[in-house]
């Protein structure tokens, strides 16, 4: 099983930033993608971004393409979200994965495909 936890989340007006974490552990797949999700209130969760392995192969969600930025630390198996210029609509609770696969593949995986998922770490912006 794998065990997510996911951090970093907050209060933060329109045009802020915050950086998200997501720390792996339990059983983990070596070469695994990694990624973001959300899921806004009275909506389904939703990919964000994901990286490969390597971090050479990255995929965003047009909504924030331009905005926010997905890295890794292979040795801490660990995901990080970096978020710029957050609008409201950003507002939501924030998820990461792991996938044995491509980055490609993780960007049109469905959600409920997912045997396991983290707490979530709540990001709110106000206006």
């Known amino acids: 099983q794998v065990h997510l936890v996911e951090s970093g989340g907050g209060l933060v007006q329109a045009g802020g930033s915050l950086r998200l974490s997501c720390a792996a552990s339990g059983r983990t797949f070596s070469n695994a993608a990694m990624g973001w999700f959300r899921q806004a209130p009275g909506k389904e969760r939703e990919f964000v971004a994901t990286i490969s392995w390597s971090g050479r192969s990255i995929y965003y969600a047009d909504s924030v393409k331009g905005r926010f930025t997905i890295s890794r630390d292979n040795a801490k198996n660990t995901v990080y979200l970096q978020m710029n210029s957050l609008k409201p609509e950003d507002t939501a609770v924030y998820y990461c994965?792991?996938?044995?696969?491509?980055?490609?593949?993780?960007?049109?995986?469905?959600?409920?495909?997912?045997?396991?998922w983290g707490q979530g770490t709540q990001v709110t912006v106000s206006s």
């Open positions: 994965n792991t996938y044995p696969g491509t980055s490609a593949t993780m960007s049109t995986r469905p959600v409920n495909e997912y045997d396991y």
